[in-house]
């Protein structure tokens, strides 16, 4: 979309921060204001031409975010609930205005009804919500959830948006989440090959994070995981053709997969992103399905994971593997991958993400658009707030609790990295991040008060 058109939807809102109703004549005036504000700043040495263009670049993405549904799983567990809220107020202050969905599994009557007034009562827009399934997880596992409850919300409710996106609740949004794969144009391992690179999450193209599940190999040798156990009357052929297709005969394209395809174009985690008739025609029912055979032979913390490699494996459906989805870890790599995330514009802001307006320190449209916070560190730790308790309100809940309070004593005396820049990024939006919710859930109460 042309910027012009973006400034006429969004007039003054965008840059002054006011209130209009696009297609309005006080819009319209306030579009053409910012054209000419545009145009005339676009002067060799303005310092107001980045702003404007990043600006508008915000708002394309706030209006194509729509078009992507945003799912995460959970149970009613006290850990888990705050870390949604914590989701939800991020995806509403980053702009997102595609649904954003919470599937909860296993949850009490109780808890349902805790739970459904808790979300009327946070002021969220409407299309974000909660979505109840049964219990999936049992004693050997705690990670098949997952796939569990995405097929049976698919199946039961399904996507209200073109674009389905698999994330976990320990995600804030620091952008707007769309289709458009702006790491295409970067190469992508394996697209490299005179093979045209989708630019744009669609049928027949899925996407995801690139994860370090194994090392990149240009072997030809076929790729072997590593489970827990293996059928003694099963060749290694034949056990992984049984876990993708149901029969040890079946027809699969886990059969005989290389080393070099798995790690150039199926080493990935969160986010997944498929359009909804690739979730409907293949995606969602082979995901549960092999999970459930996986899970007889290995049960290891990834399952989901592998079982959603070997879903793509098994069609022969290369997923494009890009790194900036998300920030997780400043300095992960590994042997020949390199970086597996995109650091490159936070390396490079001037801004300070301990003090600045959060505004400028997300500013660059360019960067990732998640940070995942599952890296236990000394500035914030997912594990200080619920972890064990499985009963009573969560951290942002509780308001009158004060600074002596012993989990946020460790919020607010978290010491922040400062020797490695990476690291005072993600410790100081995430701490943000986290007080900014309690703030707003808490507003005037003791535990806002002890995070100011």
Known sequence: ?????????????????????????????????????????????????????RTAAQELARQESAEVHTIFTTDCHPHNMWQSELLFFSAQRVGQRGPVTQILSGCTPERKQHAEQRLASLGLPGQY???????????????????????????SAGPEADIVAVVDPDFIFVKPLTATLEGAQEAPLGWDDGQQRPTKVQKGVVAA????????????????????????????AELFTWICSGSTTGKSGCTGASQKEVSYYHSTGVPYLAHKADWDEWLVDSWK?????????????????????????HLRMRQLAVTDLMLRDPHVRQRSYGELEKWAEIDETAADPCKDPMNEVLADPKIPNFIHYCQPNA?????????MGDHGPHVLQRCDATAEDPHLR???????????????????????MFAAALMKTCAGRPAAKAVE
């Open 209 to 236: 994070q690139r994860w370090a599940m194994t090392y990149l190999s240009d072997s030809a040798e076929p790729w072997k995981p590593n489970l827990n156990s293996h059928p003694a009357n099963m060749t290694d």
């Open 129 to 155: 919500k909660m979505h109840f399934v049964p219990e999936f997880n049992d004693r050997h596992s705690h990670v098949i959830n997952k796939p569990y409850s995405v097929h049976a919300w698919f199946r």
């Open 1 to 53: 979309m042309a910027l012009r058109a973006i400034l006429a939807l969004a007039g003054p809102t965008m840059l002054l921060g006011g209130a209009c109703e696009p297609g309005t004549e006080a819009c319209d005036a306030g579009a053409d204001d910012a054209w000419s504000a545009l145009q005339a700043s676009t002067a060799p040495h303005s310092r107001h031409a980045s702003f404007l263009q």
């Open 410 to 432: 460790q919020l607010v005396a978290g010491q922040v990295n400062k020797s490695d820049s990476r690291w005072v990024f993600l410790n100081c939006v995430e701490r943000r």
């Open 379 to 387: 500035a914030f730790n997912k594990y200080w707030f619920d972890s």
């Open 289 to 313: 399905d092999i999970t459930a055979r996986l899970h007889t032979v290995y049960s290891g913390y990834y399952v989901d994971m592998w079982s959603w490699t070997m879903t793509s494996l």
